[in-house]
């Protein structure tokens, strides 16, 4: 899974088709992710001591991880993810388009070092 919290990715299905914004949580266990702004959802709450007022509250639900594309910041494309091993062993995604690194995602193995 290689989106993480943090990363700007594009909604290709759905009501929110075509928006970019920023993963704000991973459910890893779910395949699901938290988007700012995605999926927002009217909530009706009853009164309570914590809510006095009740009524309607707008938040987010998750989304599935394969809805999503996440943008390269160097071609600004939404793009598919691959990793691959660096020379000194470590870890990192890239974009499968123009091939830029996206960040190191695991520490420097020497059995991977080539
Ligand atoms: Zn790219």
Same mark, same amino acid.
């Given at each position: 899974?290689?989106? *993480?919290?943090?990363?700007?990715?594009? %909604? =290709?299905?759905? @009501?929110?088709?075509?928006?970019? !914004?920023?993963?704000?949580? =991973?459910?890893?266990?779910?395949?699901?992710? =938290?988007?700012?702004?995605?999926?927002? %959802? &009217?909530?009706?709450? $009853?009164? !309570?001591?914590?809510?006095? +007022?009740?009524?309607?509250?707008? $938040?987010?639900?998750?989304?599935?991880? !394969?809805?999503?594309?996440?943008?390269?910041?160097?071609?600004? +494309?939404?793009? *598919?993810?691959?990793?691959? &091993?660096?020379?000194?062993? !470590? $870890?990192?995604?890239?974009? $499968?388009?123009?091939?830029?690194?996206?960040? +190191? =995602? @695991?520490? #420097?193995? #020497?059995? &991977?070092?080539?």
């Amino acid at each position: 899974m290689l989106i *993480r919290a943090g990363d700007t990715v594009e %909604v =290709i299905t759905g @009501a929110d088709r075509g928006t970019r !914004s920023r993963v704000v949580t =991973i459910d890893r266990q779910a395949r699901k992710a =938290i988007v700012e702004g995605v999926n927002r %959802v &009217y909530k009706h709450v $009853k009164r !309570s001591q914590k809510n006095p +007022q009740g009524g309607r509250l707008s $938040k987010e639900m998750p989304v599935q991880l !394969s809805n999503l594309k996440l943008i390269c910041e160097t071609c600004k +494309q939404a793009t *598919r993810v691959g990793a691959r &091993y660096l020379e000194d062993g !470590s $870890k990192e995604r890239h974009c $499968k388009k123009c091939g830029a690194g996206l960040g +190191q =995602i @695991a520490p #420097p193995r #020497p059995a &991977y070092a080539k």
